[in-house]
């Protein structure tokens, strides 16, 4: 044996045995107590957790009160947008918020645009966030690129948990790539834990729900 075998076959006896070790699975719901079905409940913890991480949360009644909305907040900023081909299904919608052209662009032209306007899969009442298909969103360069991101969703799109999206995407599993869990603008923390937004995407994420009319406003 020469001594190159002799060090590693020391190393390798030295080396701590690996011990195999069964985690237990827990699921989301089971593990933070998430068994809410109250719809109202449920919305009103979404919109805690997504302010809480600095999100936007504006509630409408129809999908022409969204597109209103969407062209009161870009106007207001003089800015331009890229929205999600057929992101409303009410055909007023288009002459409320024309469709923009451009999706097709390349990365750097994609970027310059202010605002990405995509339709959410689900919501999350547990953590705040927004869950995309890559698929129907657009692509994740529509809600990564641009400075702000504005997402439309409606009620039944509303969940307790993770645990009931992943539950979802199972039954439709040819229909998803990946998804996109946001949670929140974009931040970071690294320099001197000042806490910085859009660091690595967004630093505006603006939430429209399309509420169901028997909802309350008083949230």
């Given at each position: 044996?020469?001594?190159?075998?002799?060090?590693?076959?020391?190393?390798?006896?030295?080396?701590?045995?690996?011990?195999?070790?069964?985690?237990?699975?827990?699921?989301?719901a089971?593990?933070?107590?998430?068994?809410?079905?109250d719809?109202?409940?449920?919305?009103?913890?979404?919109?805690?957790?997504?302010?809480?991480?600095?999100?936007?949360?504006?509630?409408?009644?129809?999908?022409?009160?969204?597109a209103?909305?969407?062209?009161?907040?870009?106007?207001?900023?003089?800015?331009?947008?890229?929205?999600?081909?057929?992101?409303?299904?009410?055909?007023?919608?288009?002459?409320?918020?024309?469709?923009?052209?451009?999706?097709?662009?390349?990365?750097?032209?994609?970027?310059?645009y202010?605002?990405?306007?995509?339709?959410?899969?689900?919501?999350?009442?547990?953590?705040?966030?927004?869950?995309?298909?890559?698929?129907?969103?657009?692509?994740?360069?529509?809600?990564?690129?641009?400075?702000?991101?504005?997402?439309?969703?409606e009620?039944?799109?509303?969940?307790?948990?993770?645990d009931?999206?992943?539950?979802?995407?199972?039954?439709?599993?040819?229909?998803?790539?990946?998804?996109?869990i946001?949670?929140?603008?974009?931040?970071?923390?690294?320099?001197?834990?000042?806490?910085?937004?859009?660091?690595?995407?967004?630093?505006?994420?603006?939430?429209?729900?399309?509420?169901?009319?028997?909802?309350?406003l008083?949230?």
């Amino acid at each position: 044996m020469n001594s190159r075998k002799f060090i590693l076959k020391n190393l390798q006896n030295a080396a701590p045995k690996i011990r195999q070790t069964n985690l237990p699975t827990m699921a989301d719901a089971e593990l933070f107590n998430q068994t809410e079905t109250d719809t109202q409940k449920q919305l009103n913890q979404f919109r805690q957790k997504l302010e809480m991480l600095n999100g936007e949360f504006i509630l409408v009644k129809s999908e022409t009160e969204a597109a209103k909305k969407i062209k009161q907040i870009v106007e207001s900023e003089n800015g331009t947008w890229l929205i999600q081909p057929d992101i409303f299904s009410d055909p007023e919608c288009k002459n409320i918020l024309p469709q923009s052209t451009g999706m097709d662009l390349d990365n750097s032209q994609f970027a310059k645009y202010d605002f990405g306007i995509s339709r959410a899969d689900f919501l999350i009442a547990r953590t705040g966030s927004v869950v995309l298909n890559s698929v129907s969103g657009g692509g994740r360069r529509l809600s990564v690129l641009p400075p702000a991101h504005i997402v439309v969703a409606e009620q039944k799109q509303l969940l307790p948990s993770l645990d009931f999206a992943f539950e979802l995407m199972q039954k439709t599993e040819g229909n998803w790539s990946f998804a996109t869990i946001i949670s929140g603008p974009s931040r970071t923390s690294d320099i001197e834990k000042q806490l910085v937004l859009g660091a690595h995407g967004p630093k505006r994420l603006i939430v429209i729900l399309i509420k169901n009319y028997s909802f309350t406003l008083g949230l």
